[in-house]
């Protein structure tokens, strides 16, 4: 075994590459990314959402989705419109070919959780609960220099 092979932040790595990879295959035929997806499924979800709380909720800043959000604008997955009141908001919408989409990538879920090897959702919820602990503990408290 190499020594990357002991360390926490290279499994995290290696099962993040792996997932995204999943989703990459699964999504293809609909020329999505994974991260478009994510976009969907928030959409999906809750509904319209400004900008700012889309990347608040992806942990994606401006720089990643702005560009993200204008070619789901150009595919026609999305509309932006900006808030009457205050122009500064923009916010998402999922489109009709969103809407229809949706039925159509209705077993990725289910896909991906096969892919995982977890052998049922209780498993699934505490490996989430766990990564969620680390990732609000590595938020809280960075490494620091000695």
Wanted: negative net charge; glycine residues 6%; charged residues 20%.
């Amino acid at each position: 075994m190499a020594i990357v092979d002991h360390m926490v932040c290279f499994s995290l790595y290696a099962a993040a590459r792996a997932t995204t990879r999943a989703y990459a295959e699964l999504l293809a035929p609909w020329e999505l990314t994974y991260l478009q997806y994510l976009v969907l499924v928030v959409l999906w979800t809750d509904g319209p959402h400004s900008v700012r709380e889309l990347g608040e909720q992806l942990q994606l800043d401006s720089g990643t989705l702005s560009p993200l959000l204008r070619r789901m604008e150009q595919k026609e997955l999305i509309t932006r419109t900006r808030d009457g009141a205050d122009h500064r908001v923009v916010t998402v919408t999922p489109s009709a070919q969103a809407a229809s989409l949706r039925r159509e990538l209705g077993h990725v879920p289910g896909a991906i959780a096969q892919a995982t090897g977890l052998p049922d959702e209780a498993a699934a919820r505490e490996l989430i609960g766990t990564l969620r602990r680390l990732a609000t503990t590595m938020e809280e408290r960075p490494p620091t220099t000695a």
